[in-house]
């Protein structure tokens, strides 16, 4: 395998995470507009789960509407994504998580949750690059794994 392969990528869609976050900043500005009279400690603790909460969904529609499609390419030493390289070495499995557009995951060694940067969908192609990146994995001695995968957001 001596060519390189590459694919077009994007970021997974987060329209669960999106809709969750929304009804969290909506309960929070509730309970901040409610107590805003005594100012206890959960006061403070709401107003900063809000602003962490509104982080995450900032975030999160950055990425799924905002952000670019990037590449990923396979070659002989590993896998480079958005300019993200890991070493086939380094990868403890290939996560595909079958939902309506197929997110990939890959994680590395000695991690519990998928990267951010190492989650993504294919934007064209999606059959094809799935086959290939299997056979790559094949090759690699990589885990494959069908299944739901958390990531981190």
Not at 95 to 108: A, Q, T
Not at 130 to 140: C, N, V
Request: hydrophobic share 50%; proline share 3%; charged share 25%.
């Amino acid at each position: 395998m001596n060519k390189k392969r590459m694919f077009q990528v994007s970021a997974p869609s987060g329209g669960r995470l999106m809709i969750s976050m929304l009804i969290l900043i909506a309960i929070l500005l509730g309970n901040i507009i409610r107590g805003h009279e005594e100012k206890d400690i959960f006061y403070y603790v709401w107003i900063v789960w809000l602003v962490l909460c509104s982080a995450v969904f900032v975030i999160i529609v950055y990425r799924t509407y905002v952000m670019k499609p990037g590449l990923m390419e396979m070659d002989q030493d590993g896998i480079v994504i958005n300019g993200t390289e890991i070493n086939a070495e380094a990868v403890a499995c290939l996560l595909i998580n079958d939902d309506k557009k197929r997110v990939i995951g890959i994680k590395p060694k000695g991690r519990k949750l998928v990267p951010l940067k190492l989650c993504f969908t294919f934007a064209e192609e999606q059959t094809e690059a799935i086959r290939q990146l299997e056979t790559w994995a094949q090759e690699h001695h990589v885990k494959i794994s069908k299944r739901f995968f958390m990531r981190w957001m």
